[in-house]
């Protein structure tokens, strides 16, 4: 995109520099580094406020967490914080590497495969972080 035509172009040139004049520190903003900011919530505080707590014969936090996936692939794995987000929270709520894989390998039937491939690869990004880390084996 360096026709300098382009108004798309334009406006995002126009964007940045606004966004340097008003806070210099926005240049080198990065969306994942914002992430990390987010902490998991624990366990039992998502069953409390997504699981049983909202209805006691109803879906506990896990099955709820894999819903989410499932909607947020379905979407267009546009939403590629809120997918990891959610991989997180999932993993804490004690779904496998294996209900995570196949509710997004589901979703490609509705969705479409490059919509679950993005959707994949942001759950093993989340995934191999938690290698690094030494959670979520």
């Known amino acids: 995109m360096s026709d300098p035509s382009n108004p798309f172009e334009m406006m ?3 964007a940045q520099e606004m966004a340097k004049a008003l806070n210099p520190a926005l240049e080198s903003f990065s969306p994942k580094g914002f992430e990390t900011l987010w902490p998991t919530m624990p366990k039992d505080f998502m069953e409390m406020s997504f699981g049983k707590g909202l209805n006691k014969e109803g879906l506990d936090a896990k099955t709820r967490l894999l819903l989410t996936l499932a909607g947020l ?5 546009q939403s590629d914080t809120q997918i990891r987000m959610t991989v997180r929270h999932a993993l804490e709520a004690g779904a496998t590497r294996d209900e995570i894989a196949e509710t997004i390998a589901q979703m490609a039937m509705f969705a479409g495969i490059p919509s679950m491939t993005r959707a994949m690869d942001f759950a093993r990004e989340v995934m191999d972080q938690g290698d690094k880390e030494g959670k979520d084996k």
């Not at 692939?73 to 794995?77: D, K, V, Y």
């Open 12 to 14: 995002m040139r126009q």
């Open 73 to 77: 692939t379905m979407l267009g794995a």
